[in-house]
C-alpha cells in the first residue's frame, strides 16, 4: 500500500476539464433519478453541486465515485472513457469520496483512520511474512500531511472519538486529499458541525483546491457553497439546469432555477442535455 501514498501525479493545469459526465441516466423501476445528466469538473476548481430534494445530485455523485452503475451515458476521466463498478474502482484511478457518515473508527487514532485499509507495513519480512504495521512511519506521515494541509489537530495518537465533530470530518476530509491522486467528491462535509467547525472544513477544502487538487461538492448550506465554490452547477429534474458562478448569479437566483421559479441556461425538458 506505500505505493499508493508515496506515488505522486503531476496534476493538469488549472482549467483543464479531468472529469465528464455525459448523458447521465438511471432509473429505479419507473423513477428517473437521472435524466441525461451532464457534468464538467475542471482542474483546480471546487465545483459546487446543488439542487433541491430529488434533483438526482446525490445519485450523480455515486455514478462518479463508483457507487451507482448508470444505465445510460458515460463518464470520461482525463478525457478516457471509464466504467467504474465499484468505489474500490474508482479509488483505484484516484477519485476519493468523503461521505456524509464520516466512516471513521472513533477508537481509533488519528494516524490509523488517515491509513485505514491503507496501513503502511515494515519493509523485509516483518512486513511482507508477519505483517506488522510501521506505526511509527504512519504517524510520522500523517503529522507531515496535517501540517502540509494546514489543518490543526491534538496528537496524532489521540483517539478520534475524543476530537470534535469538525476535527473528525476534517480527519475523513485529510484522508481524501492524501490519497487521492485526480479529485475529492464531499457529501454534505458541513453538515451538523457549528460556525467554527464549519469554517475549519471550509479553508481544509480551499487548501486542497489550491494544491491543484479539484474538489466536488455536495451541499444544501448555500452561504458555504458561495463562500469556497469556483462554479456552482445547478441540478433539477435529474438533469444539469444550469452552471453558474458566486459573481454570476446570487444566491436567491440560483435557488429560484433550483426550484423551477427562474429557468436555467439549460433545458431540463424534452431531448436536451
Known sequence: ???????????????????????????????TALDHANLDLKAGEVLAVVGDNGAGKSTLIKVLCGAVVPDEGEVLLDGKPVHFRSPLEARKLGIETVYQDLAVAPALDIATNLFLGR???????????????????????????????????????????????????????????????????????????????????????????????????????????????????????????????????TMSEVVAIMTGAARGDEPVEGNGG
Open 1 to 31: 500500500m506505500s505505493t499508493d501514498f508515496t506515488t505522486k501525479v503531476t496534476l493538469p493545469p488549472k482549467g483543464t476539464v479531468v472529469l465528464e459526465a455525459r448523458g447521465i441516466t438511471k432509473r429505479y423501476g419507473q423513477v
Open 119 to 249: 496501513e503502511l507495513r515494515h519493509k523485509g519480512p516483518l512486513g511482507t511474512w508477519f505483517r506488522l504495521l510501521d506505526k511509527n512511519r504512519m504517524r510520522r506521515e500523517a503529522q507531515h500531511e496535517m501540517d502540509e494541509l494546514k489543518f490543526h489537530l491534538p496528537a496524532i495518537d489521540s483517539a478520534v472519538e475524543k476530537l470534535s465533530g469538525g476535527q473528525r470530518q476534517g480527519v475523513a476530509v485529510a484522508r481524501a486529499a492524501i490519497f487521492a491522486r485526480r479529485l475529492v467528491i464531499m457529501d454534505e462535509p458541513t453538515a451538523a458541525l457549528g460556525v467554527r467547525e464549519s469554517g475549519q472544513v471550509l479553508n481544509l477544502i480551499r487548501t486542497i483546491r489550491d494544491r491543484g487538487l479539484p474538489v466536488i461538492l455536495i451541499s444544501h448550506d448555500m452561504p458555504h457553497v458561495f463562500e469556497v465554490a469556483d462554479r456552482i452547477q445547478i441540478m433539477r429534474l435529474g438533469r444539469r439546469a444550469a452552471v453558474t458562478t458566486p459573481q454570476k448569479n
